[in-house]
């Protein structure tokens, strides 16, 4: 298995993290809808991830880019810049959204840890899709 095969496993991966903590923030939306569930909190949107998560991926895809030597083009940017940090930040603040069913601010220290890894995770194979 390549370095590229990796990475697009890792980036279906992240896309489907996603769509499942996108799933259940529009489910809890539909269940308030119905009288049948809480208010969903302001933060219960996996867009809404922290710069903190989008420095993980940037440093992990910057350490990825040292280590296998990237020819820096104007398409190669653009994919670290979308499969390098936005989308493992976006996959990571998923992870804390699915862990505490749409209350990022509850995440406990071994969850933010798993959110981190998810993004650095993210960053660093981002290298393979170059």
Same mark, same amino acid.
């Given at each position: 298995?390549?370095?590229?095969? *990796?990475? *697009?496993? #890792?980036?279906?991966?992240? *896309? ?7 799933m %259940?923030t ?10 049948? !569930?809480p208010?969903? +909190?302001?933060?219960d ?5 922290? %710069?903190?998560?989008? =420095? ?8 990825? #880019?040292?280590?296998?030597? *990237? ?8 994919? &670290?810049?979308? &499969? !390098?940090?936005?989308?493992?930040? &976006?996959?990571?603040? =998923? ?16 969850q933010? !840890?798993l959110a &981190? ?5 993210? %960053?660093?194979?981002?290298? !393979? +899709?170059v």
């Open positions: 298995m390549t370095i590229e095969h *990796v990475a *697009v496993t #890792a980036l279906a991966v992240e *896309v489907v993290i996603m769509v499942l903590a996108r %259940g529009e489910r809890r939306h539909w269940s308030h809808a119905k009288g049948r !569930g208010t969903p +909190l302001k933060r949107d996996i867009t809404l991830a922290s %710069g903190t998560l989008y =420095a993980i991926a940037a440093v992990a895809m910057v350490a990825g #880019a040292v280590i296998a030597p *990237v020819e820096l083009t104007l398409r190669a940017v653009g994919t &670290f810049a979308l &499969f !390098g940090i936005l989308l493992p930040a &976006f996959a990571a603040n =998923a992870v804390m959204v699915l862990a505490t069913r749409g209350n990022p601010a509850a995440v406990t220290a071994g933010r !840890g &981190f890894a998810v993004a650095a995770g993210g %960053g660093l194979l981002s290298v !393979g +899709l």
